[in-house]
């Protein structure tokens, strides 16, 4: 019965005083605990939506980071190689 009326809307102080009914009290402090409950589920979710993204954009990145590398070594070489040809060139000068 408690539970169905708008209690929430009274002041903390309000609903402190001796005249409260203790069944008004427990159902507003299973009610709020209820809310916490769920918020406290949604938080749990979404952490775990945000673990599993951050996995994911740390392997991306993994990826993204090892073909770089196989990019910088294939420019290191080509350097090497466009620098051999350029002193075979001065040399036959």
Do not use: G
Request: aromatic share 4%; hydrophobic share 40%.
């Amino acid at each position: 019965m408690f539970s169905d009326l708008q209690f929430w809307r009274l002041q903390l102080r309000e609903l402190l005083t001796p005249w409260v009914p203790p069944q008004l009290l427990a159902s507003h402090v299973a009610s709020r605990c209820k809310q916490l409950d769920e918020q406290q589920t949604a938080l749990i979710e979404d952490n775990r939506r945000n673990l599993a993204e951050i996995n994911r954009l740390r392997q991306a990145v993994s990826q993204l980071h090892s073909k770089l590398e196989v990019a910088d070594a294939r420019s290191v070489q080509s350097s090497k190689s466009q620098a051999e040809v350029l002193e075979k060139l001065r040399n036959l000068r």
